[in-house]
């Protein structure tokens, strides 16, 4: 009995996973859970109202806009409840909700469906909501409301970043750490003012150590975007520890390190494209932070390296196996010149379309004149008379030529191509 085998044919890539965009989408949402729980304590239940209305209008915009444009519908992917929470975990507790609500109209329509949805859009659609609110309404982007103040009344402060930053201006950088501050604990606990999902450093590396346990993200990014900060905080602080671990664990850095620059479809897929990014995203958020005229620079700093991206791909992509250095492209530029040969001379005739040919890649009027010094003259002379005689037609006897030449050079050791 012949045993039947069914082949699938079917366009490349042939690798199959296990790991599928719903399994990562949920593997995310549950690194951000820890946050989430630690804001929920800090600044009460309206937390959760941010949340669902972010998240909620984000799924309702996924669903109206695929049914606009008659595509399948992608809710079921989760990645639309993934870009609301981030949204919200960059919004501060005290937005009024129909602001919320118009950041995620704006991540998930005009950024994320406009370019074709899932991973055809250029920036960070989260990223890009809350930049596009914070240039809108300003004021109710930068209003924190004092942390554990929700259990009496909420009191407005002003971020530890902001104030660190006022100290670097002032040139007090051993003020940092003073009575006016939080402390690195409560700043590594949560215990401080902030948006949603920035204020506590613990649960945001608790988050990103199970992504790299799930192997949804690469420790190449975090790593050189966190430690390149880190560098430049060191210089200006004037090697201040205390300043840099501020830094550090001030604003959105971790937040934007581990779940935002991170994001596989606006950053670079290789390990030396990856390391650029990093290191770019840090530059720029050191140079905003240090030198702007806001106190947080990452959500701007991300979206910058989103649109290189593209181009940090092409640079650092690696070179194909058998490819030249060029990486297989053809060559546009002038042509290298080829290294001259010596030919033994030959006394002999080469038909005149062979003039066209070359002997070992080198073409024939580069050969000593020897070998065809009666190439352009007689023959060409003596095969036009022939034909117009009524001898043999041109062609025949260029080939019979041709074909003792292949003949004399074969005895001389050489080769005509």
């Given amino acids: 009995m012949t045993k039947e085998t ?11 996973s296990a790991s599928t965009t ?57 990645s639309a409840v993934v870009t609301g929470l981030i949204l919200a975990f960059n919004l501060p507790v005290s937005i009024p909700l ?15 469906q406009f370019f074709g949805g899932i991973g055809q859009n250029f920036v960070n659609p989260a990223l890009m909501g809350r930049i596009v609110l914070f240039v809108s309404f300003p004021s109710a982007m930068t209003n924190w409301v004092k942390a554990l103040s929700w259990k009496t009344d909420a009191v407005t402060a002003a971020s530890p970043l902001a104030v660190i930053n006022n100290m670097f201006s002032n040139g007090d950088i051993a003020g940092a750490g003073e009575p006016g501050l939080p402390t690195l604990a409560d700043m590594f606990f949560g215990v401080r003012e902030g948006c949603l999902g920035e204020i506590s450093a613990f649960a945001l590396i608790m988050g990103g150590l199970y992504l790299l346990v799930r192997r949804v ?147 024939c009027l580069d050969v000593p004149s020897g070998v065809h010094q009666q190439h352009h003259g007689a023959e060409n002379r003596a095969a036009g008379e022939g034909q117009r005689a009524g001898g043999p037609p041109r062609a025949a006897a260029r080939s019979e030529r041709l074909q003792e030449t292949r003949s004399a050079a074969k005895r001389r050791n050489l080769r005509i191509l």
């Fill in 6 to 16: 069914k082949m699938t044919v079917s366009a490349s890539p042939h690798i199959r």
């Fill in 22 to 78: 719903t399994g990562i989408m949920l593997d995310v949402i549950v690194a951000l859970i820890p946050a989430l729980i630690v804001a929920v304590v800090i600044f009460g239940y309206r937390v959760l109202a941010v949340c669902g209305v972010t998240v909620g209008t984000a799924m309702l915009s996924e669903y109206i806009a695929r049914k606009v444009m008659k595509r399948p519908g992608t809710l079921g992917d989760l």
């Fill in 98 to 112: 129909w602001m919320a609500a118009i950041g995620s109209v704006v991540a998930i329509i005009v950024v994320k």
């Fill in 217 to 363: 993200i690469h420790p190449a990014i975090p790593v050189t975007y966190i430690g390149t900060v880190a560098v430049f905080m060191l210089i200006a602080g004037k090697g201040s520890l205390t300043f840099t671990a501020y830094q550090i664990m001030g604003g959105g850095l971790l937040l934007g390190a581990i779940f935002m620059a991170t994001d596989y479809a606006t950053s670079p897929m290789n390990l030396k494209g990856k390391i650029v990014f990093g290191i770019g995203c840090g530059l720029l958020t050191a140079v905003i932070r240090l030198f702007g005229s806001m106190p947080e620079g990452v959500s701007f700093s991300i979206i910058i390296m989103n649109i290189l991206s593209p181009h940090i791909e092409r640079i650092t992509s690696p070179k194909p196996f058998g490819a030249d250095k060029d990486n297989g492209k053809k060559r546009t530029g002038k042509p290298r010149r080829r290294r001259a040969r010596r030919y033994e001379k030959l006394e002999f005739k080469i038909p005149a379309d062979a003039c066209r040919r070359s002997v070992r890649g080198l073409p």
